[in-house]
């Protein structure tokens, strides 16, 4: 049997410490588990083991009837993630899975395979969870089996200091404790959407808005440090629309540029590159090659490609491809709350923070 996983090599944790405690928050992006052997396997249990300085703090698992539903939704609903733009953007490659091998039981036979996609983590401990194993149990030809994956869990903590790229009062949302949006794709796992309210803390104030109607439109984007443009798109026309088969001739013609309007890429020191998405066409002041300082104008904020209404959608990466770069953490040294009180990291999905 072969497992292998998404993240392969470590999964990046987001601990928040609270009273004492310290609270990993952290994703397994793709599982799979496929039948390399020429006899039939019935898998008869999936169990997480999390752990913190070689001390199991806990146990989580699938067997039985949950297992079973577990891997038949797998099998029913996941045919998408072998091929194609979907299967980049959430695995951060194609082919890790293969649809038509999928078994819709616990029984594979040879060459069948099954798995899990986005399995979500979030334990409470003493210590910061350090260690992900995953063990398989199956049967063949009457005889138990087990086999293990280890991955390790790791804090990030970034290699450059970075400016937030909007200055004034700004509401953040996506980030990676919503677990839904951002977060279950690879690269965007810590990607960040801002926005801004009026002065009655209102997005939307007023009936039939048009674009320049958004506060936070035509805003100044600014580069997090210093680095070089390694990627940009400046003229993609339009908002993309959501339905898929509408969308997906402009993914044929555009690529990347459908999906997240005119964009800037920029490489910084140590190997992290940010990414700024939806910029008003023809609003990019860079381009590919030119050399940028930390705080200068790089476009400004637009509603261009997949966007709900005007905002910049931001995040750090650990290469230059929107699709296949590992999201990375990213905190700022010039951001303060509500309250007023200077943070680094944004925890909280939702919130507001203010930038000199």
């Known amino acids: 049997m072969n497992i292998s996983t998404v993240p392969k090599d470590f999964i990046i944790n987001a601990p928040v410490e609270i009273r004492g405690n310290v609270i990993s928050n952290f994703l397994l992006h793709g599982l799979s588990i496929k039948n390399d052997t020429d006899e039939t396997i019935v898998i008869k249990n999936i169990t997480f ?3 913190t300085a ?36 959430f695995l951060g490659k194609e082919g890790f899975f293969t649809p038509s091998h999928f078994a819709k039981t ?4 040879p060459n069948e395979e ?7 983590f979030t334990i409470v401990y003493d210590t910061a969870i350090d260690k992900l194993l995953v063990n398989i149990s199956y049967t063949t030809a ?14 990030y903590h970034n290699k450059n200091q970075y400016i937030f790229p909007l200055k004034g009062t700004i509401c953040t949302c996506g980030n990676f404790n919503s677990l839904l949006d951002h977060r279950q794709h690879y690269s965007m796992e810590f990607a960040i959407d801002m926005a801004q309210y009026n002065s009655e803390q209102k997005l939307a104030f007023k009936e ?8 936070v439109y035509g805003k100044d984007i600014l580069a997090i440090a210093d680095g070089e443009i390694v990627d940009c798109y400046h003229s993609f026309f339009m908002t993309s629309s959501w339905d898929w088969e509408e969308r997906r001739p402009y993914m044929e013609k555009y690529g990347l540029a459908a999906q997240c309007g005119n964009y800037v890429v920029i490489k910084h020191a140590n190997d992290e590159y940010s990414f700024y998405g939806h910029l008003i066409k023809d609003s990019l002041t860079v381009k590919k090659g030119d050399k940028v300082k930390q705080g200068e104008v790089i476009g400004k904020v637009g509603h261009t490609g997949l966007s709900n209404c005007p905002h910049l959608h931001f ?3 650990d290469g230059p491809d929107f699709l296949s770069s590992k ?3 990213c905190s700022f040294i010039n951001i303060k709350d509500v309250t007023g009180s200077n943070i680094g990291f944004i925890e909280e999905d939702n919130i507001i923070v203010h930038a000199e």
């Open 208 to 215: 039939d808005m048009k674009e320049e109607d958004y506060i």
């Open 315 to 317: 995040q750090l990466m």
């Open 142 to 155: 009457d005889e138990i089996f087990t086999q293990e994956w280890q991955l390790e869990i790791t804090e």
């Open 106 to 109: 616990v029984t594979l036979a």
């Open 327 to 329: 999201g990375l953490p």
């Open 54 to 89: 070689d001390v199991l703090v806990k146990q989580i698992g699938y067997q039985g009837k949950a297992l079973e539903n577990a891997l038949k939704d797998f099998a029913e609903k996941c045919t998408w993630l072998g091929e194609g733009f979907g299967a980049k953007l």
């Open 49 to 51: 083991g999390l752990y």
């Open 114 to 120: 099954t798995g899990i996609f986005n399995e979500y």
